[in-house]
């Protein structure tokens, strides 16, 4: 078990200090962009949508190109101190809380605004936990979910977390992507590339190929 701990510390560290200089993003000049994405970082990355998140926004800007898209960085610790079983939920959840919150705002102030909810990692389990429990109003102006690496629900309950299901209302518009060889998704026994696989995403086409789904939907 301690060794599932190490995996995501790694994972987290690789990422963190790959490309550590990656702002937090700010929304688009308009008060009401023609979308939004809301994406919860990774476990131990700096404050803003990580780096994942960044290359998932960078190629969906340009795949819908013409389109003003804002950002919002969902607010949680994104602690990696995954073994404190006493507090480590408690911080998704208080991830989960900030995302709702922000959705179902968007939803009422910017009617005409389409939201791309998604996350990487721990952010990915955040962003399936915060969608699953939106009013039919709301959850009817997500218009895609994209979930990078997220968690095996065995995994996530190991340290005290429950599974991070999708919920029916996203069936057709919602992406659970996992990289071959990431053990933090596949449930599968860590191997020595576990770790690198994990942080991969922005490098191995899965970000585009979910801002090419995604801009489908805009």
């Keep these: 078990m301690r060794r599932l701990a190490g995996r995501f510390v790694v994972a987290g560290a690789l990422t963190a200090s790959t490309l550590a200089t990656v702002a ?8 009401c962009p023609d979308a939004e994405v809301v ?15 960044q290359a998932f926004i960078d190629a969906l800007r ?13 607010n949680y610790p ?4 995954f073994d404190n079983k006493a507090v480590f939920p ?6 989960v809380h900030d995302a709702s919150a922000h959705i179902q705002a ?17 952010g990915a389990a955040v962003a399936a936990y915060a969608t699953g429990d939106l009013p039919a109003g709301v959850s009817d102006r997500v218009a895609g979910l994209v979930l990078f690496g997220k968690p ?36 599968s026994q860590a191997s020595a590339l576990s770790p690198l696989a994990h942080v991969l995403y922005p490098f191995n086409g899965l970000t585009t190929a979910a801002a090419s789904a995604a801009a489908a939907r805009l």
Aim: glycine share 18%.
């Design 90 to 95: 408690g911080t998704m959840f208080d991830g």
């Design 39 to 53: 994406f919860a970082r990774g476990s131990d990355e700096p404050p803003g949508v990580g780096v994942t998140g």
């Design 78 to 81: 994104a602690t990696g101190d």
């Design 106 to 122: 968007t939803a009422a102030n910017c009617p005409n605004t389409k939201m791309i909810v998604g996350g990487f990692s721990q």
């Design 62 to 74: 340009t795949q819908a190109a013409g389109k003003s898209i804002g950002v919002y960085a969902v």
């Design 152 to 187: 095996s629900a065995p995994l996530l309950a190991h340290y005290g977390a429950p599974a991070a299901n999708i919920g029916s209302q996203y069936a057709g518009k919602s992406l659970d992507l996992c990289a071959p060889g990431d053990a933090i998704c596949d449930g």
């Design 24 to 31: 937090t993003p700010t929304a688009g000049a308009q008060p």
